[in-house]
């Protein structure tokens, strides 16, 4: 693989493209825009661009709806080139196409309980086990939109979805892959599928809010 840096020490954030996926359905959630959903009057998205800032240097988002809402956070949006639901591996295609860096990190728009280290242990795992992607695992199971890749995979994903594939998992058995442990996350993964898990992560982060302000989204908060 290509040499992005000889220290896996050094997190060089200027190198990775970081992508927001919010084009997903939402079905679970009654069909709305998830990382347009407020959480104590923020838009989840609004809370895990906090996260990934600092860890990335450009910024992509990737929708199927309401892009003038998503064009309000400041950063180049981008959409499916492939007419159709076929998943959050479009969206990751799509990103390739249009990045600049030779890496990516792609995380859920409706995870705001995001890690500060996601891009370090990802991309210090990435060079040490020479893999092509690197994913995070919870300890129990893999959280595979939780990646940092190679952007010149390019031609082997649009290969994949061209051909039918779909599965994030099928996909990363004609690659070099390595599982990175995040069990110390604790429930930082968890995905606001429902209108409970919502309420649920409004009171975990308003009492966080009401006693140490700045814990609010930190990893098991």
């Known amino acids: 693989m290509s040499d992005f840096g000889a220290d896996s020490a050094i997190y060089p954030s200027e ?13 679970r959630m009654g069909g709305v825009d998830k990382g347009l959903v407020e959480a104590l009057d923020r838009p989840l998205i609004d809370w895990v661009l906090d ?4 860890q990335v240097g450009p910024i992509l988002i990737n929708h199927a709806h309401n892009a003038a809402r998503y064009a309000a956070f400041g950063y180049p949006l981008v959409t499916d080139r492939e007419d159709g639901f076929l998943g959050p591996l479009a969206g990751v295609a799509s990103a390739m196409h249009v990045t600049s860096t030779p890496l990516m990190l792609t995380v859920p728009c ?4 995001l890690g500060d280290d996601l891009g370090l242990r990802l ?12 994913v995070a695992h919870d300890g129990e199971w893999l959280q595979p939109l939780f990646m940092m890749l190679r952007a010149d995979l390019q031609p082997s994903l649009d290969a994949f979805l061209s051909g039918g594939g779909r599965k994030v998992d099928k996909w990363f058995a004609q690659h070099a892959v390595t599982r990175v442990d ?5 429930d930082a993964f968890a995905n606001l599928n429902t209108a409970e898990e919502l309420r649920a992560f409004e009171d975990t982060a308003g009492r966080a809010c009401s006693s140490h ?5 930190e990893p098991g908060a």
Do not use: C, K, M
């Open 110 to 113: 409706d995870t705001p309980g």
């Open 15 to 27: 190198t990775v493209t970081g992508v927001i996926l919010a084009g997903g359905r939402g079905s």
């Open 182 to 186: 995040f069990s110390d996350w604790g």
């Open 51 to 54: 996260r990934l800032r600092p």
């Open 123 to 134: 991309h210090a795992a990435l060079l040490r086990d020479q893999a092509e992607i690197a």
């Open 213 to 217: 302000p700045s814990s609010v989204g």
